[in-house]
């Protein structure tokens, strides 16, 4: 399809609780971004993909957040152990080629709203 | 370092009244420069882009032109309506590296019949 498919849209944790993620990219596009949106709007980037490698993970918190893309599967994002500071709107992006990010961006998702209690 | 400063909303128009958005930018190299509009509960929505200085982006009446002289990439409409309420993002990718996002503060536009 023409979207990028997040799921689910909203998901709710206690606080050290797992959390998973999924994105399902546009066919054929071989960029995935992954960001965080947090309260007043700021985006953070977290980690990109090109295909199944991790092509730029320098936003990613080491400790407890990982992500894969596997190939046939959508891409996720898991947070182990959730804290109160990673309630957020998690949002995947994709994009077909590196070229074409420069000269039309990347397509969102809607978004995972993550809550922590 | 690479950044995008965008002015302060909210921003409370009247119905058919002119907008204006500021943004301006910090980079190294030649970004391509983005807006992106998202409406309450949704994602982001590309509302228009331009790629080199001068270029001018336009969209649904918006415009914005790449001023690379004063670094900025100004948000403008006309006549804006109810339905034009929602945060509007300035953005920017850098040509080289790893074409993630660097994203201003959103401003916020209310407008009112």
């Known amino acids: 399809g023409e979207e990028v498919a997040q799921t689910p849209k909203h998901l709710v944790r206690g606080e050290g609780q797992k959390a998973k993620l999924y994105c399902a990219p546009i066919?054929?596009?071989?960029?995935v971004f992954w960001y965080q949106q947090v309260l007043k709007n700021e985006f953070k980037f977290l980690i990109s993909f090109q295909n199944e490698n991790v092509f730029d993970e320098t936003g990613m918190p080491k400790e407890r957040f990982s992500a894969k893309c596997l190939p046939n599967s959508p891409c996720s994002l898991e947070i182990q152990a959730t804290k109160l500071e990673d309630s957020a709107v998690y949002f995947c992006?994709?994009?077909?080629?590196?070229?074409?990010?420069?000269?039309?961006?990347?397509?969102f998702g809607s978004g995972t709203r993550l809550t922590v209690v | 370092g690479n950044s995008v400063t965008q002015m302060e909303g909210p921003v409370t128009l009247s119905e058919e009244a002119f907008l204006t958005i500021n943004c301006t930018y910090t980079?190294?190299?030649?970004?391509?420069l983005f807006w992106y509009v998202q409406y309450p509960g949704e994602g982001l929505q590309l509302l228009l882009k331009?790629?080199?200085?001068?270029d001018k982006g336009s969209n649904k009446g918006f415009e914005a032109t790449y001023r690379k002289e004063t670094t900025s990439f100004h948000l403008e409409k006309g006549s804006v309506q109810v339905s034009d309420s929602a945060v509007y993002f300035c953005?920017?990718?850098?040509?080289?590296?790893?074409?993630?996002?660097?994203f201003g503060t959103g401003t916020r536009l209310k407008v009112l019949a």
């Open positions: 331009a790629t080199k200085a001068d």
């Open positions: 992006a994709s994009s077909q080629s590196d070229r074409l990010i420069l000269n039309y961006g990347y397509t």
């Open positions: 953005a920017l990718v850098l040509n080289s590296g790893t074409y993630k996002y660097i």
């Open positions: 980079a190294t190299g030649y970004p391509s």
């Open positions: 066919k054929g596009h071989s960029y």
